[in-house]
């Protein structure tokens, strides 16, 4: 017993000696911690999103976009279908859903840096339970757009590395 708990000792210590963690909300850098967040479409689903991770991590919201506070302007989201496979009779089987989303930080009303998002999932359609393809398609839509948002954020860090 003794064998694993200092196994489980030492691995534990190794792990957080190299700077491991386990993936949870995407943390927001001290410097964006109050931040003036524009969007095209403020009340859609990604705006949503991306609002409640930045209220999660405690972040203050501003209107005014001035040059002392960094600003997060989303530009554009497009959720596209892609048929990928299809029945013998003709009819798609599998699509493949593409989210992209482009976004960018301006910091001191000067220096722009462009955000680019893309999320990936795979839908089969059968047309014997459309009712139930639609609520599983709103599913699989919610969860790409959590997923973005948690990218857009996620990126902020590795602008706050470039300066």
Same mark, same amino acid.
């Given at each position: 017993?003794?064998?694993?708990?200092?196994?489980?000792?030492?691995?534990?210590?190794?792990?957080?000696?190299?700077?491991?963690? +386990?993936?949870? &909300? @995407?943390? =927001?850098?001290?410097?964006?911690?109050?931040?003036?967040? #524009?969007?095209?479409?403020?009340?859609?689903?990604?705006?949503?999103?991306?609002?409640?991770?930045?209220?999660?991590?405690?972040?203050?919201?501003?209107?005014?976009?001035?040059?002392?506070?960094?600003?997060?302007?989303?530009?554009?989201?497009?959720?596209?279908?892609?048929?990928?496979?299809?029945?013998?009779?003709?009819?798609?089987?599998?699509?493949?859903?593409? +989210?992209?989303? &482009? @976004?960018? =930080?301006?910091?001191?009303?000067?220096?722009?840096?462009? #955000?680019?998002?893309?999320?990936?999932?795979?839908?089969?359609?059968?047309?014997?339970?459309?009712?139930?393809?639609?609520?599983?398609?709103?599913?699989?839509?919610?969860?790409?757009?959590?997923?973005?948002?948690?990218?857009?954020?996620?990126?902020?860090?590795?602008?706050?590395?470039?300066?």
């Amino acid at each position: 017993m003794k064998k694993y708990l200092a196994l489980l000792m030492l691995l534990a210590i190794s792990l957080t000696g190299c700077g491991f963690h +386990l993936q949870h &909300e @995407a943390e =927001v850098p001290a410097r964006f911690k109050t931040i003036s967040y #524009i969007s095209y479409d403020p009340y859609g689903r990604l705006s949503r999103e991306i609002k409640e991770i930045l209220h999660d991590n405690r972040v203050t919201l501003t209107n005014n976009a001035t040059e002392q506070v960094p600003s997060l302007r989303m530009l554009s989201e497009n959720l596209s279908r892609n048929t990928i496979s299809i029945y013998q009779d003709g009819k798609a089987a599998e699509y493949q859903l593409v +989210l992209t989303v &482009e @976004a960018q =930080v301006v910091i001191a009303g000067q220096q722009t840096y462009p #955000i680019n998002v893309r999320v990936f999932r795979t839908f089969f359609d059968n047309p014997s339970d459309a009712l139930a393809k639609t609520v599983e398609q709103d599913i699989i839509e919610n969860e790409m757009f959590k997923q973005a948002a948690k990218q857009v954020i996620r990126k902020l860090k590795s602008i706050d590395a470039v300066n």
